[in-house]
């Protein structure tokens, strides 16, 4: 079974750079293999839900020991979003 999970790209987490622009989906395997990856935006959400994929919003941010007070308001704006 295919999973999505979208994260942060690795570059993100290394500089600690986390914004919508950074955001990508993963599609990930039973054993946690990445098989595609693809950009995350409203269309690419849309296609996976059309076909049944699960979707798990998993943004790392677990790399950087503080987070800009910017982030929270952009989690806000993707809770939202995905809630709404």
Same mark, same amino acid.
């Given at each position: ?5 979208? %994260?942060f790209t690795p570059e993100a987490k290394? /500089?600690?750079?986390? %914004?919508?622009?950074? !955001? ?8 946690? $293999? ?9 269309? $690419?959400? @849309?296609?996976?839900?059309? @076909?049944?994929?699960?979707?798990? /919003?998993?943004?790392?941010? +677990? +790399?950087? @020991?503080? !987070? ?12 939202g979003e995905i809630l709404g």
């Amino acid at each position: 079974m295919i999973i999505a999970v979208v %994260d942060f790209t690795p570059e993100a987490k290394r /500089y600690c750079c986390f %914004d919508e622009t950074t !955001l990508k989906i993963y599609l990930k395997d039973e054993k946690g $293999n990445i098989v595609d990856e693809m950009d995350f935006n409203k269309f $690419n959400v @849309e296609k996976l839900k059309k @076909e049944e994929i699960p979707i798990i /919003y998993r943004m790392d941010t +677990s +790399s950087c @020991e503080r !987070l800009p007070r910017k982030m929270f308001i952009l989690g806000r704006l993707f809770a939202g979003e995905i809630l709404g």
